[in-house]
T-cell receptor
Framework: GAGVSQSPSNKVTEKGKDVELRCDPI?????LYWYRQRLGQGLEFLIY????????KSGLPSDRFSAERTGESVSTLTIQRTQQEDSAVYLC??????????????FGEGSRLTVL | GDSVTQMEGPVTLSEEAFLTINCTYT??????LFWYVQYPGEGLQLLLK?????DKGSNKGFEATYRKETTSFHLEKGSVQVSDSAVYFC???????????FGSGTRLLVRP
């Protein structure tokens, strides 16, 4: 499709396991964002990519979290040794260069992660 | 740092009622302001935006005016429909900033 695609849509894992969440942005969008939404809370910024580089990783909550992007396209968010507090919906968004001040962020439907 | 505060929900209204969802912000400089909406089972999508003071954003019957003197960007609609039931997020972006800072979201439920 033409929108931002995320997978899996739902993931249930056991505490201590590693998980990978995938985001496929809209073709031509060089900017890519990951946000986290915990139950009843707002969207929490995690990381921003411009092309394949990540000039802002300031929102990653710990060194268990990492993300990469290849080919100015697909991005993967990896959470190692998951904890129960990692349970949330992880949202990916993409946009043209310039960010939201100049354009619009397009969001995927999110990956819901549940850590038991 | 920059932040957004919006009224807690859920907001429950009858069809054709008037809607206001309050949003206030704290930011340095002159941010751009946004309302995003998330319908059930869908991703967030831009509803409207305003990029400078006194601008009014509008879309689908919704309006919001950028009020710098009160640092507010309240969302209004004169007559809501059942199809407007969704979660509404207020957000800001600093000038030339690459990221959005979101409020906690307000769930709207419109009853027939």
């Amino acid at each position: 499709g033409a929108g931002v695609s995320q997978s899996p849509s739902n993931k249930v894992t056991e505490k201590g396991k590693d998980v990978e969440l995938r985001c496929d942005p809209i073709s031509g969008h060089t900017a890519l964002y990951w946000y986290r939404q915990r139950l009843g809370q707002g969207l929490e910024f995690l990381i921003y990519f411009q092309g394949n580089s990540a000039p802002d990783k300031s929102g990653l909550p710990s060194d268990r979290f990492s993300a990469e992007r290849t080919g100015e396209s697909v991005s993967t968010l990896t959470i190692q040794r998951t904890q129960q507090e990692d349970s949330a919906v992880y949202l990916c968004a993409s946009s043209f260069p310039g960010g939201p001040g100049l354009g619009e962020l397009f969001f995927g439907e999110g990956s819901r992660l549940t850590v038991l | 740092g920059d932040s957004v505060t919006q009224m807690e929900g859920p907001v429950t209204l009858s069809e054709e009622a008037f809607l206001t969802i309050n949003c206030t912000y704290t930011a340095t400089g002159y941010p751009s302001l946004f309302w995003y909406v998330q319908y059930p089972g869908e991703g967030l999508q831009l509803l409207l935006k305003a990029t400078k003071a006194d601008d009014k954003g509008s879309n689908k019957g919704f309006e919001a005016t950028y009020r710098k003197e009160t640092t507010s960007f309240h969302l209004e609609k004169g007559s809501v429909q059942v199809s407007d039931s969704a979660v509404y997020f207020c957000a800001l972006s600093g000038y030339s900033s690459y990221k959005l800072i979101f409020g906690s979201g307000t769930r709207l439920l419109v009853r027939p």
